[in-house]
Every structure is written in structure tokens, then in C-alpha cells.
């Protein structure tokens, strides 16, 4: 019903389509969690691995409780399933943490601890005019408060933004912002090794070793004393990419 209300909505201006897509993102998420788990896709795709971006993580816990009640009276109707739902979900899904969510705690005693991400979902927000710069320093302060927590309660933390087009040149400016709570060390392993880890790339990405594919920063300074270093671009002096040079500005 969702899908077709959709569809039918493509005519419509783009902002009241924006707006339904807000309001009913969750709902989408366990639609799709649904089909993809008592579907059976990833009981077929082992190796799949899944985010639930931009739809925040309560919704998890009671999704995950309604589908394993029906994997046990039910499970009959969905023969190709080997283990509860749950055990899928954490094995194979990833949710992203809005920084105002109250829930954390509870999804973490769930046991969702390793599968949630902090999303800052920078440089995007939602603001109302007058009062924009207001709003920017409450929601980071709620933003820090938010990452503290994460941090606190072992949550792993990686790096990632949907940020396209001239906005890229600012992603960098979220490592600064995760070194307000973050170490510099935490910050950096957060954006290569952790993130290698979550795609399960790990053995091919996230550090400097024999066989493994890395991209190369020269920079004027050192990220472990500045990380604003890396969102400076007169400061990156060369970058190397699968082992070629593409910028090169060394003085």
C-alpha cells in the first residue's frame, strides 16, 4: 500500500513528497526489514549486508520481538528460515542513531549494541527561519551528547555521510566534530578500520598492510595532534589512489 501510495505521488511537488517520505521512513524500514529477513533473503545472501539509514534505531527492538513471536508459532510458513529473525538482523543489519534518540539503552540491552551507527547525517538539518544557527548549536549539542553515549555504551562507531556533489569537500569536518568526544586515534580507526569492518571488507580495506588496498593522504601536519589538518585542502599536499598519484601540490 505504501509503494503504491508512492508511486501515485511522483506528479506531486517535490517538497510534499519529501515530507511523506519523512513522516512514513520508518515504516518503510520494517517493510523492507520484513522482506528482507522472513523473505529470506539473507538466509540466501550470507555475506549481504544491510543499513537502515535515516529512520533512527527504536523501531528495531519491537520489530525484531514481533517477528521472532511469529518465527515461533509460525515458522512453518517460512520454511527456507534456520534461526530467529533477531539473528539475522545482528548478524547481517546495521541501524543509524539519530542524535536525539532516547532509545539507545534499550537496544543496546537488546543485544543491538554492535549493530548501531552513529549518524550525524552532516552537513544536512532540519531548521526553521528565523533562529537556523540557534538550532545548528542545540542539535550539536545533541549531537556530542549523543556520541558520548554511543561511545559509553560500546556502540561501534564508523564514518559516513551521504554528502554529494560541492558539499563533499565538507565530510571532513565530521572528524573534527567526533574528535570533540572522540581521541584523534578513535576518530581516524572510526573512518578505516571500523568502516572496513562494517561492510565486511576487512580483509581487503582499513589499514596500511601487504595485499590490502589503501588510499594515501601526504599532509602538512599531523592528524593525531590536528585532525583539522584533513579538512584543509591546502594542507593535503598529494593524495594516492590505488596506487597512483592523482593530486599532487606538494610546494
Not at 109 to 124: A, E, V
Not at 227 to 246: C, K
Request: with cysteine.
Amino acid at each position: 500500500m505504501l509503494t503504491e501510495r508512492f508511486g501515485a505521488l511522483q506528479s506531486a511537488p517535490r517538497t510534499m513528497r519529501e515530507s511523506l517520505f519523512r513522516k512514513y521512513a520508518t515504516v518503510l524500514m520494517m517493510l523492507v526489514g520484513v522482506a528482507l529477513i522472513c523473505g529470506g533473503v539473507l538466509e540466501r545472501f550470507p555475506k549481504l549486508r544491510v543499513a537502515f539509514l535515516e529512520a533512527g534505531v527504536g523501531w528495531a527492538g519491537y520489530w525484531l520481538d514481533r517477528m521472532d513471536g511469529h518465527y515461533e508459532k509460525m515458522g512453518s510458513m517460512a520454511p527456507w528460515l534456520k534461526k530467529r529473525p533477531t539473528e539475522y538482523f545482528m548478524e547481517q543489519c546495521y541501524l543509524s542513531l539519530d542524535p536525539d534518540e532516547r532509545t539507545l539503552a534499550a537496544m543496546c540491552d537488546l543485544g543491538l549494541d554492535r549493530n548501531i551507527l552513529w549518524g550525524s547525517d552532516f552537513p544536512h538539518f532540519d531548521c526553521t527561519y528565523p533562529g537556523v544557527v540557534r538550532q545548528i548549536e542545540q542539535a550539536l549539542k545533541g549531537a556530542y551528547e549523543a556520541l558520548s553515549i554511543a561511545r559509553q555504551a560500546g556502540v561501534r562507531i564508523g564514518s559516513g555521510s551521504d554528502v554529494l556533489g560541492a558539499q563533499q569537500r565538507k565530510k571532513a569536518f565530521e572528524l573534527g566534530y567526533k574528535g570533540k568526544v572522540m581521541s584523534p586515534m578513535e576518530v581516524l580507526i572510526a573512518t578505516t578500520m571500523t568502516n572496513a569492518e562494517i561492510v565486511g571488507a576487512q580483509n581487503d580495506l582499513g589499514s596500511i598492510e601487504t595485499g590490502k588496498l589503501a588510499d594515501l593522504l601526504l599532509v602538512d601536519g599531523n592528524p593525531l595532534d590536528d585532525l583539522s589538518v584533513l579538512a584543509d585542502r591546502a594542507r593535503i599536499h598529494m593524495v594516492i589512489q590505488g596506487g597512483t598519484i592523482v593530486a599532487d601540490r606538494r610546494p
